[in-house]
């Protein structure tokens, strides 16, 4: 059965039957308009589309419900608006909700608690990686490069699949950038207007050097 229709008018329009008016919102019948009182839908509640949980609990909760549509002259269709609902049976879907927003809330606490400590294990273990593959590299700046490149979200070297994997290129790789950065004059060369390639190309010996040197057992 279809539901229960009510229009917002586009233009002004009068309630038939009590000539009130204009209308906010009114119910056809045989194509002459109805006030909400006059449909007996007056003592309903509008709740607006958006909140798809919100509005199916509403509907189930009330008796009585109808569909409020607006027409769209450029699309030329009628597009919904929201739901008349009962008062008490939006109460009740809104208490419901918020119960499961709580119940999100912790759940996010719980993801976010147990995201950071896969990041603190991973960054120890990155860390781990890059003193093996390079055991002269200072210990604090391996925690830095572990830290820095492993950053959840930020697309860096550390978070892709291969970093992950603690793949030894993609390990190497945030080892060269940290020292391309730090240890040479490449950001100035970039604010110079050096193009990337080229400064890359410029200060590739110095960066090697140091990553060679890094590569040493230590004494």
Same mark, same amino acid.
């Given at each position: *059965?279809?539901?229960? *229709? ?19 919102? *009114? ?99 990155? @860390? ?6 390079? $055991? ?47 240890? @040479? ?5 970039? *604010? ?12 590739? $010996? ?14």
């Amino acid at each position: *059965m279809d539901p229960l *229709m009510v229009v917002e008018p586009l233009k002004q329009r009068h309630c038939a039957e009590c000539r009130r008016g204009p209308l906010e919102r *009114m119910v056809l019948e045989c194509e002459a308009p109805r006030c909400l009182d006059c449909a007996d839908l007056g003592h309903l509640v509008f709740l607006p589309r958006g909140n798809a949980a919100l509005t199916r609990r509403a509907r189930e909760a009330s008796s009585l419900w109808a569909v409020v549509v607006r027409h769209n002259k450029r699309r030329t269709r009628d597009e919904r608006q929201g739901l008349l609902v009962e008062e008490a049976a939006l109460a009740l879907a809104e208490a419901a909700c918020l119960a499961d927003a709580d119940v999100r809330a912790r759940r996010r606490e719980r993801d976010a608690a147990r995201r950071a400590a896969e990041d603190v294990r991973f960054t120890g273990t990155l @860390t781990a990686e890059i003193l093996r593959l390079f $055991p002269s590299c200072p210990l604090d700046r391996a925690l830095d490069i572990a830290a820095h490149t492993s950053v959840r979200g930020s697309g860096r070297v550390g978070r892709t699949a291969a970093g992950r994997a603690l793949d030894e290129g993609a390990v190497t790789a945030a080892v060269r950038a940290s020292v391309r950065h730090l240890d @040479t004059p490449y950001d100035a060369l970039l *604010m110079q207007g050096v193009p990337r390639h080229e400064a890359r190309a410029r200060l590739a $010996p110095a960066i090697e050097a140091v990553l060679a040197a890094w590569r040493v057992e230590p004494a």
